[in-house]
């Protein structure tokens, strides 16, 4: 539970807002989902205030995302940025961004005027600690794929990398974020990977283990963008968008229940935990990206 303080702020803060549905559902400014989850109000945040007409709430580390609003007399004409990334704006005001894993220790904030004036803030990102895991005795191709793999493999990230750059106005990720499986966390994001000695790739998501089959729910609600059941890393594969860049996948799947066009509740079933792809044994792969930028799915999350 967050403390008194936040509860009463955040019913002190409630709006209306319309979703793409046109049924209105009642979110708190700057937003429940945050208020709610562990770790998103940390003390970097204090050392990053806001610009005049912007307030904000979230996780000024890395992997972090942070929700926002502008205020509507700022609106008309208004651009946002965080250094070159342009950061899109809802009718209201509501941005949302976010830090990669090893994201640089300093970022600039940048609201561009109607009448061409710009101001900046620069923002502070507390650096955090990674886990590392080894894991020998994999097979070979396991660890390094068969090179008469390596153009399937390029077809295949070239079309998760267009899901991931959707930028639509949907308002889904202000919903909140409730888990997407049952069972025990079995990795984390951030852990750098040892595979049969060799170091690869950081991970970028939340393992959670469970037996094969055991249901898999969209952790917030979306539009699926992206449905194989057959990649070459992650197995059956769904991508969800959740509006403004915010992006949702979940890998490993032994089932897919949705497919690409359909649009999913908070909490519907979207498959089956598996094991497929470069998968060690059963589990959920679920991971949260801004765009290419990959951030901790974990820190979204309610204590369970």
Do not use: C, M
């Given at each position: 539970m967050p403390p008194p303080r936040c509860r009463a702020?955040?019913?002190s803060v409630?709006?209306?807002?319309?979703m793409l549905s046109r049924?209105?559902?009642?979110?708190a400014l700057p937003f429940t989902a945050l208020l709610?989850?562990?770790?998103?109000?940390?003390?970097?945040?204090?050392?990053?205030?806001?610009?005049?007409?912007?307030?904000?709430r979230g996780d000024f580390s890395q992997g972090g995302m942070v929700l926002g609003r502008a205020a509507p007399n700022l609106l008309p004409g208004l651009q946002l940025r965080l250094g070159e990334r342009p950061i899109s704006l809802g009718p209201q005001g509501e941005f949302v961004f976010g830090f990669g894993r090893d994201e640089a220790a300093s970022q600039v904030f940048v609201l561009r005027r109607q009448d061409g004036s710009e101001s900046s803030v620069p923002l502070s990102i507390t650096k955090r600690q990674y886990d590392i895991q080894r894991i020998d005795g994999l097979p070979p191709a396991q660890v390094t794929p068969p090179a008469a793999l390596l153009e399937r493999i390029k077809r295949e990230n070239a079309?998760?990398?267009?899901?991931?750059?959707?930028?639509?106005?949907?308002?889904?990720?202000?919903?909140?974020?409730?888990?997407?499986?049952?069972?025990?966390?079995?990795?984390?994001?951030?852990?750098?990977?040892?595979?049969?000695?060799?170091?690869?790739?950081?991970?970028?998501?939340?393992?959670?283990?469970?037996?094969t089959g055991t249901p898999?729910?969209?952790?917030?609600?979306?539009?699926?963008?992206?449905?194989?059941?057959?990649?070459y890393y992650t197995g059956g594969t769904v991508i969800i968008d959740h509006?403004?860049?915010?992006?949702?996948?979940?890998?490993?799947?032994?089932?897919?229940?949705?497919?690409?066009?359909?649009?999913?509740?908070?909490?519907?079933?979207?498959?089956i935990v598996g094991a497929t792809g470069r998968a060690t044994g059963p589990h959920l792969d679920w991971r949260v990206n801004w765009f290419d930028v990959r951030l901790d799915p974990q820190r979204l999350l309610p204590p369970r």
């Open positions: 702020f955040a019913a409630l709006i209306e807002l319309t049924r209105p559902l009642l979110f709610l989850a562990p770790g998103l109000a940390r003390a970097s945040e204090a050392a990053n205030a806001p610009p005049p007409g912007i307030t904000w079309r998760i990398a267009e899901a991931r750059k959707i930028n639509s106005a949907s308002l889904d990720y202000l919903g909140g974020w409730v888990w997407p499986a049952d069972g025990p966390v079995s990795g984390v994001y951030g852990s750098q990977r040892i595979l049969n000695g060799e170091p690869r790739q950081p991970h970028f998501g939340l393992d959670i283990a469970a037996p898999v729910r969209a952790s917030t609600a979306g539009i699926v963008t992206f449905a194989d059941k057959d990649v509006g403004h860049g915010i992006n949702g996948a979940y890998s490993h799947l032994a089932r897919l229940d949705v497919k690409v066009g359909q649009r999913v509740r908070q909490g519907e079933q979207i498959g």
